[in-house]
């Protein structure tokens, strides 16, 4: 099974070049398969045979969607055709996350592919991690200049996304302006905590250039690198990789990394 999930990883991972041509009428399933190896048609109807009986188990008007074999077929295409389109290649980290909250709908019915993509994609909830709302709280009071110095921070994406936002700027803009702000940076933290990338690089929120500057615009700028040299002091890592062990933890997920040589 693992070596089946990790063959449709790299096939996935290709984009939809990795994957034979679709026709733009009727998805044939038939022919899609037959034009992968032998070991890759495993991996991908093991990885969707997998998904669908789950969505069957949890949907008991599944029939309504998939009432006949061909209609089940030319389903599995499309929805694995929307998760290339999508970038949904982790069952752990993505599929999973999407399951629960299958789960968690109150309905019968099969949802569309695009439904269930956008439960695959993690939330700070399901991370457990704070909501926006509460992480923006927490950012607004530790940028305050009297708590800076003593601050304490629930979660290094907390951190990084206030440091992104700029502490200077939580405090002289105004809330409307600084929550955009904030909540913008705070997704683009827990997406890269998620994939184990390195918090600490800003995000770009296209000010410009030097030159285009305001002397507020280039003195905050000089803030938020002050502000990335004591973050080490503070105990605060710029590696994404422990954020993400510690996501994981919290969805009980227990995997060994291995590095691709």
């Given at each position: 099974m693992k070596a089946a999930v990790a063959i449709t990883k790299n096939i996935v991972r290709s984009g939809v070049s990795g994957c034979p041509e679709i026709p733009q009428h009727k998805p044939n399933v038939e022919s899609t398969v037959a034009s992968l190896s032998p070991q890759d048609r495993l991996a991908v109807e093991v990885l969707i045979n997998r998904l669908f009986r789950e969505i069957r188990d949890?949907?008991?008007?599944?029939?309504?969607?998939?009432?006949t074999n061909e209609a089940l077929a030319s389903s599995k295409v499309t929805w694995l055709r929307a998760f290339i389109e999508a970038g949904?290649?982790?069952w752990d980290r993505q599929i999973e996350v999407g399951l629960k909250?299958?789960?968690?709908?109150?309905?019968?019915?099969?949802p569309s592919p695009g439904k269930f993509i956008n439960w695959c994609r993690p939330t700070a909830e399901s991370l457990g991690l704070q909501s926006p709302e509460r992480a923006y709280q927490e950012a607004c009071r530790n940028a305050h200049p009297s708590t800076r110095a003593a601050a304490k921070w629930s979660h290094p994406v907390t951190y990084h996304a206030a440091i992104d936002v700029g502490l200077d700027v939580l405090m002289q803009l105004?809330?409307?302006?600084?929550?955009?702000?904030?909540?913008?940076?705070?997704?683009?933290?827990?997406?890269?905590?998620?994939?184990?990338?390195?918090?600490?690089?800003?995000?770009?929120?296209?000010i410009g250039h030097d030159s285009q500057k305001t002397a507020f615009e280039l003195s905050e700028?000089?803030?938020?690198?002050?502000?990335?040299?004591?973050?080490?002091?503070?105990?605060?890592?710029?590696?994404?990789q422990p954020a993400r062990a510690a996501l994981l933890a919290s969805m009980g997920i227990n995997r060994v990394e291995t590095s691709n040589v």
């Amino acid at each position: 099974m693992k070596a089946a999930v990790a063959i449709t990883k790299n096939i996935v991972r290709s984009g939809v070049s990795g994957c034979p041509e679709i026709p733009q009428h009727k998805p044939n399933v038939e022919s899609t398969v037959a034009s992968l190896s032998p070991q890759d048609r495993l991996a991908v109807e093991v990885l969707i045979n997998r998904l669908f009986r789950e969505i069957r188990d949890a949907r008991p008007a599944w029939r309504q969607a998939w009432g006949t074999n061909e209609a089940l077929a030319s389903s599995k295409v499309t929805w694995l055709r929307a998760f290339i389109e999508a970038g949904i290649n982790d069952w752990d980290r993505q599929i999973e996350v999407g399951l629960k909250g299958l789960r968690a709908e109150p309905s019968d019915f099969v949802p569309s592919p695009g439904k269930f993509i956008n439960w695959c994609r993690p939330t700070a909830e399901s991370l457990g991690l704070q909501s926006p709302e509460r992480a923006y709280q927490e950012a607004c009071r530790n940028a305050h200049p009297s708590t800076r110095a003593a601050a304490k921070w629930s979660h290094p994406v907390t951190y990084h996304a206030a440091i992104d936002v700029g502490l200077d700027v939580l405090m002289q803009l105004s809330g409307v302006d600084t929550w955009k702000l904030f909540e913008r940076s705070y997704s683009v933290m827990i997406q890269r905590a998620v994939d184990g990338q390195a918090l600490g690089e800003g995000t770009s929120i296209g000010i410009g250039h030097d030159s285009q500057k305001t002397a507020f615009e280039l003195s905050e700028e000089h803030s938020l690198q002050h502000a990335l040299l004591v973050r080490e002091a503070q105990g605060i890592s710029l590696s994404g990789q422990p954020a993400r062990a510690a996501l994981l933890a919290s969805m009980g997920i227990n995997r060994v990394e291995t590095s691709n040589v």
